[in-house]
């Protein structure tokens, strides 16, 4: 259910005047969605300041300008010349310059001895001012002067800007009708106009102002967007509460005896951890915990041990990790020690096939298998378990919400722990996954040692090589990571194959190479042969990113790492320093580094701490960049920038929480979780 003032935002597209059956389809590819609120919701990404505040001598290379001209002379093209016009004003010259131009509209538009307003990006080439193709070619008396500030929207080939502002502006119309669900007392406090009014703003900015990143009207539309979010989650945990789970209670003998096994002492994190996870269990509250750790923290054991825990209560545990590389490395390092104190387990993943994959199927169905591990493959339908009660899903923001439900569907409402080797940041946290509990690992098992993090330009490749090939010689294992997988004809940098090319031509069959694109036994051979040593070097791209752990490498070198984040650099570096060895990381870059770049490299090198750098990581790139949110199987955010708005988040919180206790708020919530496209994670827990 929504309020009835809501539906016209619910209508079709193509009953926004100006839409036929022609540009519809475009449209809606456009604004992703096919309906008017789909299109009112689309905003500008940047404005244009239209205003007449230049003077051509005064135009700085590369920036948008606009002046008002005397067009001086023509030049049509001649050979491989193009067709050139000269103006001025009291200033200057600059030359508008036109490829493959109509010459008689040209002649209309900027006929000699006319006064224009020219709109475009000013550029200088050959001792002169130039810019090709004006953005406008205006009248003085063109009503088109009136608007200052022109909005750009995200857009598709066929469409014109002018074509979808005037959609998106006309989609916004029926809102400056509606009610708001916003008290008059919060938006006096911040300054905030109606929904209605902030929708007018953002399409239509009359003020310097209203296009800063930080505009009041989009901040109001940012706290709704956050509202509707955090009623979304605050929905779903509600829900929780009356969901009946099976407590999982054991005696402790399967726990204290998989910790004997590892001869690992626990961190007093993982110790905590472990009480967070025991408590949980033994509640009929389904579990929903987040367990957040630095790389290298002991994720993984916390994971096991509550997959143990499940089977001291005799019940069935499911863990799902986004690579078959991930989910191999998980089984393979786990199920030795499983068998060792009774537990079996099995992997299922895209190659187990034909009988070995009925006889895993059959001994899960029977209750036989305790523990099973795999990729997607864990969620499909022919994969039945007689008493799944415990879920653990690995870099979990790589999975969907579809996908996390279709695994807790396979049981009667089983515990989910979700794990992240990426540290998040707390308010970015709190946007995502506010209706979970978190466990967080902040310490290191004892005796690893931090990485020595260095910088070099790429000029200093030879003497990294001879580093290198010392290196192996006394048995050490190294990562080369490049951005790329094949030559780019945009971009100036090294890519694998070619890398591996020529390390193999140094160093011979001690290289190996993986990237995302070979099959999946290639990958696996290329690791196994890493693992074993038989391979010394391995050239790969960010695929190794996470979870790949040989404790025997010890040295990683990034190339063109400028062009890495800077929590994915210390992702990367955690593929090292997981034995005993002295581990070292190489950061490779091309001079000169920007400011950005720089500011990462220095901060990686500064700390070890994920924490620290997931914080430093959100500040500079914001929170959209830091995730990756298309990839954290909720919805991205449309309005909202967590950098920017972050002030505003817990304030949406609290609102959000005061409407739930509203009786007669329901179908404003409602109306609102649909407005903003959250209606189907309301159920996804």
């Known amino acids: 259910m929504r309020p009835s003032f809501l539906n016209p935002m619910f209508l079709p597209v193509v009953r926004i005047n100006g839409v036929g059956p022609k540009t519809a389809p475009l449209i809606e590819k456009a604004i992703g969605g096919d309906l008017v609120k789909d299109a009112a919701l689309h905003l500008p990404f940047r404005y244009l300041d239209r205003r007449f505040n230049s003077k051509i001598a005064d135009a700085k290379n590369g920036t948008n300008a606009n002046f008002e001209v005397f067009v001086d002379a023509h030049e049509p093209a001649v050979k491989n010349r193009p067709y050139r016009v000269r103006v001025s004003d009291d200033t200057g010259f600059l030359t508008l310059v036109f490829f493959n131009p109509n010459p008689k509209y040209l002649s209309s538009r900027l006929p000699t001895g006319a006064t224009r307003i020219i709109t475009g990006e000013v550029i200088e080439r050959y001792n002169e001012k130039q810019m090709m193709h004006p953005s406008r070619i205006l009248d003085l008396d063109s009503d088109e002067l009136n608007v200052h500030f022109e909005p750009v929207y995200a857009n598709v080939a066929g469409l014109s800007q002018k074509t979808l502002g005037k959609i998106c502006k006309e989609a916004a119309r029926p809102a400056a009708d509606f009610p708001d669900w916003l008290s008059d007392d919060i938006k006096f406090q911040y300054g905030w106009q109606s929904f209605g009014q902030a929708l007018q703003t953002a ?312 990237h995302g694109r070979l099959k999946s036994a290639e990958k696996d051979a290329a690791m196994e042969r890493f693992r074993t040593g038989d391979a010394k070097i391995l050239v790969a791209t960010t695929v190794i990113e996470v979870g790949v752990d040989v404790k025997e490498a010890s040295i990683i070198i990034i190339e063109h790492s400028e062009r890495f984040g800077l929590a994915q650099l210390h992702q990367l570096r955690g593929r090292v320093g997981r034995g005993d060895k002295k581990s070292h990381c190489l950061l490779l870059y091309q001079s000169p580094l920007g400011e950005t770049a720089k500011s990462r490299i220095e901060t990686l090198r500064a700390t070890n701490d994920g924490f620290v750098i997931a914080e430093n990581d959100f500040e500079l790139r914001g929170g959209g960049d830091l995730l990756g949110l298309k990839q954290t199987g909720l919805p991205n955010f449309k309005i909202a920038d967590i950098a920017i708005h972050k002030d505003i988040l817990p304030i949406a919180r609290s609102y959000a929480k005061e409407m739930l206790k509203d009786e007669n708020a329901k179908d404003m919530i409602d109306g609102i979780i649909q407005l903003f496209d959250l209606n189907d994670a309301v159920h996804a827990d």
């Open 203 to 514: 399409h239509n900015p009359l003020h310097e102002s209203d296009i800063l990143p930080d505009a009041k009207s989009r901040e109001r539309l940012a706290f709704d967007e956050f509202l509707a979010r955090q009623l979304t989650l605050q929905i779903a945990n509600n829900a929780r509460n009356n969901d009946i789970a099976e407590p999982l209670i054991g005696d402790g003998r399967l726990t204290k005896a998989l910790i004997a096994k590892t001869g690992y002492i626990p961190t007093n994190a993982q110790a905590r951890a472990f009480n967070d996870v025991a408590t949980d269990l033994a509640r009929t509250r389904p579990m929903l915990r987040l367990l957040q750790g630095d790389v290298g923290a002991g994720k993984t054991l916390v994971a096991a041990w509550g997959c143990v825990k499940a089977c001291e209560a005799k019940m069935q545990s499911a863990f799902m990790a986004p690579t078959e590389i991930l989910a191999i490395q998980h089984y393979n390092s786990l199920s030795p020690i499983f068998a060792e104190i009774g537990i079996k387990s099995a992997l299922l993943n895209g190659k187990v096939k034909g009988a070995a994959r009925r006889e895993i199927l059959e001994q899960l169905e029977a209750g036989e298998i305790n523990v099973l591990f795999g990729t997607h493959a864990l969620f499909q339908e022919k994969v039945i378990f007689k008493h799944l009660a415990f879920v653990v899903i690995d870099e979990q923001h790589r999975f969907g919400v579809n996908a996390r439900r279709a695994l807790l569907q396979k049981g009667r409402m089983p515990h989910l722990l979700s794990m992240s080797a990426t540290p998040i940041p707390r308010t970015l946290s709190m946007a995502l996954y506010g209706d979970m509990d978190t466990s967080i690992l902040d310490e290191k098992p004892k005796g690893r040692e931090p990485i020595e993090t260095r910088a070099m330009p790429m000029d200093k490749l030879g003497e990294l090589e001879a580093a290198v090939r010392r290196a192996i010689q006394n048995d050490d294992r190294v990562y080369w990571i490049c951005p790329l997988v094949e030559e780019s004809e945009n971009l100036d940098v090294t890519n694998v194959l070619d890398r591996f090319n020529h390390l193999k031509a140094l160093f011979g069959d001690k290289v190996a190479l993986i």
